[in-house]
């Protein structure tokens, strides 16, 4: 996670195709997320976005693909949330799922 000015910026690391929407852990110092969208025609970004919205609770429109747009791995800044915040509900996430 890198702090910019007004966002937190997300290392993420998109696995398409999978069967379910999910935050499966990290891959080095990327968030792996899977989701089951296929990545044609930016269906995978919109999945991620709608996705990482929904599972940090904030609006969709606080959060963009900053790079990566056709690539698995990405940078996605999220505004409204501290470092902290986002951190603490990832790792809910992850504990969750084990």
Do not use: W
């Not at 996705?51 to 940078?75: E, N, T």
């Amino acid at each position: 996670m890198v702090r910019g000015e007004v966002s937190i910026v997300l290392s993420v690391r998109v696995n398409p195709r999978a069967s379910k929407n999910a935050i499966a852990g990290r891959r080095g110092e990327a968030l792996l997320v899977r989701l089951s969208a296929p990545p044609v025609e930016g269906a995978a970004n919109d999945a991620l976005v709608d996705y990482l919205a929904k599972a940090l609770s904030v609006p969709r429109r606080q959060i963009s693909i900053v790079s990566g747009h056709k690539s698995r791995d990405k940078r996605v800044a999220i505004g409204g949330r501290t470092e902290r915040d986002v951190a603490a509900r990832v790792s809910a996430i992850l504990n969750r799922e084990r």
